[in-house]
């Protein structure tokens, strides 16, 4: 398997973009097969995430809704909002991303801090908030 998941849990660190998003994602995927999943939105769903570069360092990951608006806007999201920290790992640091699998594993809760219009905003969201109304 040579996901984003299976390289993070064995301590190795993808070369190349990385995507938080797609990195949850990927995690809630191995489990499909559990019918509670199928209850869930993912976050790619929701949110449509890109890298966010200045001066050629990455900062984070520009935020814009994804196919469900409704969702975006209802866990707290706003257009051009940056993600660059999830429960305090740092997501513009490639060496943070084994932590950051850690977390994942084993959160019910995330807390997300953005940058909205220049100012520092944070999210709290429970993963039960992703399910499907």
Same mark, same amino acid.
């Given at each position: 398997?040579?996901? %984003?998941?299976?390289? +993070? @849990?064995? *301590? ?12 949850? !994602? ?32 990455? %900062?984070?990951?520009? +935020? @814009?809704? *994804? ?12 257009? !051009?909002?940056?993600?660059?920290q999830l429960n305090g790992i740092e997501l513009n640091d490639m060496t943070n991303l084994p932590g950051l699998f850690g977390e994942l594993t ?28």
């Amino acid at each position: 398997m040579d996901s %984003q998941v299976a390289q +993070l @849990s064995s *301590g190795v660190i993808p070369s190349g973009s990385y995507n938080p998003v797609a990195l949850v !994602n990927e995690y809630r995927e191995q489990f499909q097969g559990n019918a509670l999943a199928a209850e869930f939105l993912t976050l790619s769903e929701i949110v449509k995430v890109s890298p966010r570069h200045i001066n050629g360092q990455l %900062q984070g990951y520009w +935020l @814009s809704p *994804g196919e469900h608006r409704i969702e975006f806007v209802r866990l707290g999201f706003k257009t !051009n909002d940056i993600l660059t920290q999830l429960n305090g790992i740092e997501l513009n640091d490639m060496t943070n991303l084994p932590g950051l699998f850690g977390e994942l594993t084993s959160a019910s809760d995330v807390i997300l801090s953005l940058l909205r219009e220049g100012r520092p905003v944070n999210l709290e969201l429970s993963l039960a908030e992703l399910k499907k109304q």
